[in-house]
């Protein structure tokens, strides 16, 4: 599977909710099929997207946060994992495309590589809705049921080792920041409703 593929096949759900993405490929991927105001990519902090999204999760819980992260960006902040598990915000997805290597920073392999299982480990820790998905199908098919269960959840999706030729973003990130604040501010406004 590849990631980009997945991000298309949810893409008209996440122009619903809040999305935090983490910085390289992912970040990169989901621009190229249309930035939206409530996309915030995180740029140059990796490893934090899962925290920034249980922060937004946890003050804001009238709004659906969905984490997009990678194996190399997760296996950073393992204790990310044991922090959600512990305040189990009903209203986040943490979605981990997990090509087993840093392919942002020329493609070292990461622990997963190796044997080193996501998903068994977010359990571990506390997370009782996790998957472990391999085709867009089991994909698609996980991530509607996490937005249907409202309550914490962990979705592993393992992707091919491809990502874009560039890893540049077009929007300048203090105007993304700035952007993302403003539209929190204004659902806050506006009772917290996505149109």
Do not use: C, W
């Amino acid at each position: 599977m590849l990631r980009i593929d997945a991000l298309k096949a949810i893409y008209p759900s996440l122009e619903k909710h809040i999305v935090v993405t983490i910085m390289g490929a992912v970040a990169a991927e989901l621009q190229s099929l249309g930035h939206r105001p409530n996309f915030f990519y995180l740029q140059h902090a990796m490893g934090l997207a899962s925290s920034m999204g249980l922060g937004i999760a946890l003050s804001r819980p009238e709004l659906k946060v969905i984490v997009l992260d990678g194996d190399g960006s997760i296996l950073m902040n393992l204790g990310s994992l044991t922090t959600m598990a512990r305040y189990h915000p009903k209203n986040l997805i943490h979605i981990v495309f997990d090509n087993e290597s840093l392919l942002s920073v020329g493609g070292f392999p990461t622990a997963t590589s190796t044997g080193s299982d996501i998903a068994q480990i977010a359990s571990a820790s506390g997370i009782s809705r996790t998957a472990t998905v391999h085709t867009l199908e089991e994909f698609t098919s996980a991530f509607s049921q996490a937005l249907s269960a409202n309550e914490l959840a962990t979705i592993v999706a393992k992707v091919e080792a491809k990502g874009p030729s560039a890893f540049v973003t077009d929007l300048p990130l203090l105007e993304n920041r700035f952007q993302f604040q403003r539209y929190l501010r204004d659902l806050r406004k506006h009772r917290g409703k996505i149109s």
